[in-house]
């Protein structure tokens, strides 16, 4: 139970720095960007199964759907701060 959660928050904040260096000028901090990144692995755990795309299991494979699950959140976050 513990191993899991540090595994979430680590991977979380792996793909969130990553995203943050993808998607420039939305980096949110360290903990802002492990939010982003827990978010962005369940963003990309819920879409690239219904899109057909499949990464494989790992924690490799794990850092790579949520950072790309935080880059997508990255680009909707930064459409909605422009809009405004």
Do not use: C, D, H, Q
């Amino acid at each position: 139970m513990v191993e899991s959660l540090i595994a979430w928050l680590i991977v979380g904040a792996i793909a969130g720095w990553l995203a943050g260096l993808l998607v420039k000028g939305f980096g949110f901090g360290l903990v802002g960007n492990i939010v982003v990144g827990i978010v962005g692995a369940v963003i990309a755990g819920y879409l690239l199964p219904r899109l057909g795309i499949g990464l494989g299991v790992g924690m490799v494979a794990a850092i790579i759907n949520a950072v790309i699950g935080a880059v997508v959140l990255l680009v909707i976050i930064g459409l909605i701060r422009r809009a405004t």
